[in-house]
């Protein structure tokens, strides 16, 4: 079992910005895929983006220019930078690693 840990949420005006944080012990060692997706009440999760264990990054193509992916393989961490926020980003944010563990997720909530 892995246990990942997201922080960074919380709440801003549109416009704003968030850096949201995600902790897995032994995620560079892995080298798996980490994955950030998001939910927003009432709608389906839907994923946002991905860093594989080589450093490709993709993003939702929609979020491209707002959003970016990075890590910190000294703290096995995942960051995602998000600018520009709109309130259509509200949602919980969830990251996954390997396709199977999951974290407990952080909310985001744009007000206009």
């Known amino acids: 079992h892995v246990q990942l840990v997201e922080s960074g949420g919380g709440s801003v005006q549109a416009g704003g910005s968030l850096r949201l944080s995600c902790t897995a012990p032994?995620?560079?060692?892995?080298?798996?895929?980490m994955d950030w997706h998001r939910q927003a009440a009432g709608k389906q999760r839907e994923w946002v983006s991905r860093i594989s264990p080589a450093g490709r990054i993709d993003y939702m193509p929609t979020l491209k220019e707002r959003f970016t992916l990075s890590k910190d393989e000294a703290k096995d961490t995942v960051y995602l930078q998000m600018h520009s926020l709109k309130p259509e980003d509200t949602a919980v944010y969830s990251c996954r690693l390997c396709g199977v563990y999951w974290g407990q997720g952080t909310q985001v909530t744009v007000s206009s």
């Open positions: 032994g995620f560079t060692s892995k080298k798996c895929a």
